[in-house]
């Protein structure tokens, strides 16, 4: 973990940014940075994630970004932060499930499945765009079905949400217990596991896990 400048160099319509960074701070599909904006009122330290990687160096961060941030800020980072997620490279079948949001902070992982000629299904309610043709997209409803189809999986939920994703998937172990599933939990994250303010806390089978650092990509099966 490596503390850097980067540049925020432009800002899309979506709220997601391209960021320019030493290319060993770019953080992988999961993980994240903690990133001040230099000499602005937003002092407070926010978790970015990226969305994919900018051909220009750095990358797009997925959105939302706080909103007083303009392009042309300074911006201090310190990363890559957090357990990614990791793509098996064997895997054929792979379903991206944007449980509550968009599905930005899976894009990552959409290039990389495309590039080893994985099928990919995308499952959010929300709008979708910028994906691939090739890309088959489901509503939240399709989502036991499609993880009978898939050998592998990610999910994006908020950890508010994380009891509803449980309840859906509640008696489906015959489907969940055959695809690697991994979920990233999203929550602030203001000290990105160096201070133990325990903002993240993530109560699991009666332990406590800090998100920011055991996280927060955890595997389904430790949720
Ligand atoms: S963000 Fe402070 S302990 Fe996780």
Not at 74 to 98: E, Q
Not at 176 to 205: D, F, I, N, Y
Request: aromatic fraction near 4%.
């Amino acid at each position: 973990m490596k503390t850097a400048k980067a540049k925020l160099e432009e800002i899309f319509l979506d709220g997601s940014a391209r960021i320019t960074c030493p290319p060993e701070l770019t953080p992988a599909p999961g993980q994240y940075l903690l990133v001040h904006a230099d000499g602005s009122d937003a002092s407070l330290a926010v978790s970015v994630f990226s969305s994919q990687p900018a051909s220009q160096g750095g990358f797009r961060s997925a959105p939302p970004l706080p909103s007083v941030w303009r392009p042309g800020h300074s911006l201090t980072i310190r990363g890559p932060i957090g357990h990614g997620f990791s793509l098996p490279l064997a895997v054929r079948k792979v379903v991206l499930v944007a449980f509550d949001d968009t599905p930005a902070r899976l894009q990552g992982l959409l290039s990389l499945a495309l590039k080893q000629n994985a099928e990919v299904v995308v499952i959010c309610d929300t709008q979708t765009e910028d994906l691939p043709e090739v890309v088959e997209v489901q509503p939240l409803k399709a989502l036991v079905d499609t993880l009978r189809w898939a050998d592998y999986a990610a999910v994006d939920v908020n950890r508010e949400n994380l009891d509803r994703l449980k309840e859906m998937l509640a008696g489906q172990e015959q489907v969940t217990s055959k695809v690697e599933a991994q979920v990233l939990v999203r929550t602030p994250m203001p000290c990105g596991a160096q201070a133990e303010c325990g903002v993240c806390a993530l109560s699991l089978h009666h332990d406590w896990k800090m998100i920011c650092k055991d996280g927060p990509v955890f595997g389904l099966g430790e949720l």
